[in-house]
């Protein structure tokens, strides 16, 4: 019999998230072996930096924003996405 879904509940805090996705990101770690140090599931480690990456994109200027924002002798890198 499946367990029910408990919503709210949380394996790891903000301050405990920020690192497992700092990991899987900078170090380019497998979502299974980030997880398996925080003793998350894979799942659970993909939702969390998803999540996280979701937020980040969301604070990003669109390329509008940032144009409009330069001064002088400020330059843009794109990446042509």
Sequence with gaps: ???PLVVGVRKLGCFKQSPLVLAHLRKNETLTQVGAG???SEATSWRYVHETVEILASWAPALHEALLGLGEGDFVISTGR
Aim: no cysteine.
């Design 38 to 40: 925080f003793g998350v």
């Design 1 to 3: 019999m499946a367990k």
